[in-house]
């Protein structure tokens, strides 16, 4: 149970255009997402906290404006990198908390992004 | 502030060998505390976990890991080491629904 599954798994793009990566809570509502970004052989840093019908809160030096965050519905958070450049290539990840009671985190598989 | 520390960036073991990677970490409320493995590519698995109760936590793999509330330290341990065993480990912090804190995690080589 309490699955996340995060869409695409892989994706190249080209300079300039935007990339919209999905998670999905399958078998519970999410109304918290975490996004993380993870450069290689690095830490995953958090970047933002998507709640379910509010604006997402971002972490201190990520631009909101280049990784938009919508978190529309209980089962649904995106991220969409806009106008990417080579230096937004990373990996990306998505984690769901769930919630008092349970306790613990479930991730997404992550999504590699890679900007040509 | 919160923050979680792991203090060994590289650690390399004979397999066979025991292991203990290190974790300490900062938080203003008891911690919910995570070890998660990374193999190159992939995503993250959860080793093992403590929220409350008896301070010695088993986890998957043969890994167990201590929580030591007087050292703020949450080691992982594992007494054989196997060559799959290579691979990046992070620790984490978090509680409830708050966010996940991580390490800047402690790549793992095996030599035979």
């Known amino acids: 149970g309490a699955v996340v599954s995060q869409h695409p798994s892989r994706v190249i793009c080209k300079s300039g255009t935007s990339v919209k990566i999905e998670c999905r809570s399958l078998?519970?509502?999410?109304?918290?997402m975490f996004w993380y970004r993870q450069f290689p052989k690095k830490s995953l840093m958090l970047m933002a906290t998507s709640n379910e019908g509010s604006k997402a809160t971002y972490e201190q030096g990520v631009e909101k404006d280049k990784f938009l965050i919508n978190h529309a519905s209980l089962t649904l958070s995106t991220l969409t990198v806009t106008s990417a450049h080579p230096e937004d290539s990373s990996f990306y990840i998505c984690s769901a908390p769930l919630g008092q009671g349970v306790n613990g985190y479930t991730f997404g598989s992550g999504t590699r992004l890679t900007v040509v | 502030a919160q923050s979680v520390t792991q203090p060994d960036i590289h650690i390399t073991v004979s397999e066979g060998a025991s292991l203990e990677l290190r974790c300490n970490y900062s938080y203003g409320a008891t911690p919910y505390l995570f070890w998660y493995v990374q193999s190159p590519g992939q995503g993250l698995q959860l080793l093992l976990k403590?929220?409350?109760?008896?301070?010695l936590v088993q986890g998957i793999k043969g890994f167990e890991a201590e929580f030591k509330r007087s050292q703020s330290s949450f080691n992982l341990r594992k007494p054989s080491v196997h060559w799959s065993d290579a691979a990046e480990y992070f620790c984490?912090?978090?509680?409830?629904?708050?966010?996940?804190?991580f390490g800047t995690g402690t790549r793992l080589q095996v030599f035979p």
């Open positions: 984490a912090v978090g509680r409830n629904t708050d966010k996940l804190i």
């Open positions: 403590y929220f409350s109760g008896d301070t």
């Open positions: 078998d519970f509502q999410a109304t918290t």
